[in-house]
């Protein structure tokens, strides 16, 4: 475990034959490796690891999408088409969130309806949710199952 707990490792996970089977960081990449051990199918087909250090958390995230983006690891999520980098500077960077496949396209049909997209609405939820002043909790689309909130049609 290096000094100081900002520093964060890049790992790359390899096979046998030397293809790339997954890029991930941590703090603690022994731990983190446990953890796939437990939950992940390819696990057992991990044959070699490279782990590299990086002084932030920050920086590792950085490197880690990059990776992800130029070597294409066999079984990663975050990276792929679903969560690309951005090259617009100044743009915040795009979070991984994981959501039933169904839920994800009823929410997508839900803000379009409202004319908005998933990102504006999740970001409204979360400004209420963190009471940023002045921030409204969202309003939802009508539903029929749903009483009348108060006022008339």
């Known amino acids: 475990m290096p000094k100081h707990p900002g520093r964060t490792a890049l790992y790359r996970l390899f096979n046998a034959a030397g293809q790339l089977l997954y890029v991930g960081i941590s703090h603690k990449p022994d731990v983190r490796w ?38 294409q690891p066999l079984h990663n999520k975050v990276g792929t088409p679903a969560l690309t980098i951005s090259g617009t500077t100044g743009k915040t960077p795009t979070r991984p969130i994981r959501v039933d496949l169904g839920m994800w396209a009823e929410f997508g049909a839900a803000t379009q309806a409202m004319g908005t997209d998933r990102s504006a609405a999740l970001r409204a939820f979360m400004a209420w ?9 969202p309003v939802r689309p009508f539903d029929s199952a749903q009483p009348d909130s108060g006022g008339s049609k």
């Open 34 to 71: 446990g953890q796939h051990s437990e939950n992940k199918p390819w696990w057992p087909a991990v044959d070699r690891r490279v782990v590299e250090w990086h002084d932030t958390r920050s920086a590792a995230e950085k490197a880690e999408l990059v990776a992800i983006s130029q070597e």
């Open 129 to 137: 949710y963190v009471n940023r002043p002045s921030a409204p909790l």
